[in-house]
Each structure stands twice: as C-alpha cells, then as structure tokens.
C-alpha cells in the first residue's frame, strides 16, 4: 500500500489519499542534501526513512517515477525533432507508413528521464484518439514497475472520467503487466481505437487489453490537452510550446 507524502523541511507530514486500493509513490523532501526517497507501507502510516544523497542520480529513479502526478512546473521539458527515422519493429502490425510526428524529452535537474516519441500510422492522417498512433519511451534510468503503475493510476484518475471501479480495474491490470525498466529500456504503447491497447518491452508483448476507456485515459496522461506536462504534449504533437505562465 502506497500514500502520498510530502515532509517539509520542518518535518511536516502531508498524506495523501488512497486511490481504489492503489496510490501512488510516497516521497520526501528536507532539502536537496537529504535527498528524496520512497518507501512502501502495508499500514499506511506516514513514516518517512530520510537518507543523505551524495548526488543527484541518487534522486533520478524515484522522481520520475512521481512526475506523473505532481507535475513538473519546474522542470523543463525540451522539445526536439524527432530522432528515430525506422519505425519500430512492434508496429507492423498495425499498418504499413508508420512515422514519427514529434519527440520529447523530459528532464529534471538537468537529468534526462526519459525520449518518448509519437508515431502515426501515415504521413497525412493527423493525431486523434479514434485513429491508431504508438507512444514510444526510452528510459535514461532505472523505475520500478509498481511505481509505474501507482503514479499512472493517480493521473488516470485525474485526467479521465473514470469510476472507482474501472480505477480498481485498472491498476490491477497496470501492476500484473508493468516490470521495472532500466536506462535503455524502450516501452511501445500502441492505442488500437475500438480494439485497446497493446504494450511492448524490448520487442516483447507484456500485456495487452481491450478496455477502450482504459487505452484512451492512459494515453492521455501524455497527450490531453489537461496533461501536467503541456511543454511535452506540444512536442510530441510538433506543436510549438505552450507560452510559461
């Protein structure tokens, strides 16, 4: 079991609320000395095991795992041109001309997190959730799958208008087919409208679906005009940058 919490630098406990039996990485802040961990509890007991971090690095893998949820509205979020020129592999599947409209990338603390690319199945068919498209990420660090799924579930919840039931559902589903990943791990979700979502790890099947409200929500997290990382979804759909507020 899993709570947000937030430990200020006076040691004040923020905790979170529990999303259908999932919630999402807890995680700490006392400066960046100290360094920010996160640790599960079958209690839920707001209990914080503060460490000292000599670098940054150390921070990478538990931060993106949370940004997801918090956001990142002060991390910066490049946008790039497309840089895979071969669509992958997993995509024949689905349709011949497969191309790639935009690429990310996402850092924090000038650390990279993670590429993601947008593929769309031709050179004229524009982005839409009732066309076919892939969302490719290649990590740059090491994320564990449970954090995966828990930061997921808590923006599925946010961004679509989904019942605690499909909430349930769905991160049962996310916990039974995301596995950690590592720096050079490419993760391929294909949204197929009508027929779900299939996943790709390293070229290997790893869970597919036919929820449709669930593949669209999912995808959203990313590409919703309400997504938490606007400066990525412009990237992605080679939009320019949404201005800073």
């Not at 996943?199 to 309400?226: C, V």
Request: include cysteine; proline fraction near 7%; charged fraction near 20%.
């Amino acid at each position: 079991m899993y709570r947000v919490g937030v430990v200020s630098r006076r040691g004040t406990v923020r905790t979170g609320q529990r999303l259908g039996g999932h919630s999402a990485c807890r995680w700490q802040f006392h400066d960046f000395s100290d360094g920010i961990g996160c640790t599960p509890t079958d209690t839920g007991a707001p209990t914080m095991k503060p460490f000292r971090a000599t670098t940054f690095k150390i921070l990478v893998p538990c931060i993106a795992a949370c940004l997801m949820v918090f956001g990142t509205p002060s991390f910066a979020q490049t946008q790039e041109p497309p840089s895979a020129v071969v669509a992958p592999a997993e995509l024949a599947a689905y349709g011949a001309g497969w191309r790639a409209a935009g690429s990310g990338v996402l850092r924090f603390f000038g650390f990279k997190a993670y590429d993601a690319t947008l593929w769309l199945p031709s050179a004229n068919a524009p982005f839409a959730f009732t066309r076919p498209f892939a969302l490719e990420i290649r990590y740059a660090t090491r994320i564990k799958g449970r954090d995966i799924s828990n930061t997921s579930l808590i923006e599925l919840q946010r961004i679509s208008a989904s019942s605690p039931e499909q909430i349930v559902a769905w991160g049962a589903w996310m916990d039974a087919t995301f596995t950690d990943v590592k720096a050079g791990d490419q993760l391929i979700g294909v949204h197929v409208p009508g027929n779900g979502a299939r996943f790709f790890l390293n070229g290997r099947l790893i869970g597919e679906t036919q929820d449709t409200a669930f593949s669209e929500a999912f995808f959203k997290i990313w590409l919703d005009p309400k997504t938490k990382r606007p400066d990525l979804r412009a990237a992605l759909l080679a939009q320019d940058a949404p201005p800073k507020p």
